[in-house]
T-cell receptor
């Protein structure tokens, strides 16, 4: 079965703190894709990053970084020096199978609140 | 490109009425998805199309739900008759299959309230 677990329901930090959002996935496929999406208060879903199962390199984009570890089936997301604008719900998602169609299984989401 | 366009943004209807949600995918994308977001169930896939053909509708909750994609630039999701438990945010997304480098882009969603 394919599953994505985001154990942290809500996280609250003060601006400028670092915060890590956890994501654990389950799949029997050897080829799969992992994603993070952001849902700000306005409601849309914004694509942040994609990673395929053959690429375990960590990635950094500005204040955002992602740590992919196949050994622990985790794909964690860290925001460095958080800002109020980072307040949103963050979803980790999994797409599986050799054909990456964009069909996604989502975790339940982590609500991040960054206080000034 | 304008992105995925959904209409209406908000819909309030009475129980028993037919509801139609509309989606215009990103031009050139060959996959289209309908997702539903509720507090209880989170984001769940209802149905998806490839080149206008429905591929997997196993997520459609009941026969009251139907979706069509008559051409590459339009899809609709119909609920008939609607029920209060159908209240949710419905998202449309599209993607272009480029092998390893595919991601789905989402519309802004339609917030449906059935009273």
């Amino acid at each position: 079965a394919q599953k994505v677990t985001q154990a942290q329901t809500e996280i609250s930090v003060v601006e400028k703190e670092d915060v890590t959002l956890d994501c654990v996935y389950e799949t029997r496929d050897t080829t799969y894709y992992l994603f993070w999406y952001k849902q700000p208060p306005s409601g849309e879903l914004v694509f942040l990053i994609r990673r395929n199962s053959f690429d375990e390199q960590n990635e950094i984009s500005g204040r955002y970084s992602w740590n992919f570890q196949k050994s622990t089936s985790s794909f964690n997301f860290t925001i460095t020096a958080s800002q109020v604008v980072d307040s949103a719900v963050y979803f980790c998602a999994l797409s599986y199978g050799s054909s990456n169609t964009g069909k996604l299984i989502f975790g339940q989401g982590t609500t991040l609140q960054v206080k000034p | 490109d304008a992105g995925v366009i959904q209409s209406p943004r908000h819909e309030v209807t009475e129980m028993g009425q037919e509801v139609t949600l509309r989606c215009k995918p990103i031009s050139g994308h060959d996959y289209l998805f309908w997702y539903r977001q509720t507090m209880m169930r989170g984001l769940e896939l209802l149905i998806y199309f490839n080149n206008n053909v429905p591929i997997d509708d196993s997520g459609m909750p009941e026969d009251r739900f139907s979706a069509k994609m008559p051409n590459a630039s339009f899809s609709n999701l119909k609920i008939q008759p609607s029920e209060p438990r159908d209240s949710a945010v419905y998202f449309c997304a599209s993607s272009l299959n480029r092998g390893l480098f595919t991601e789905a882009f989402f519309g802004q969603g339609t917030r449906l309230t059935v009273v």
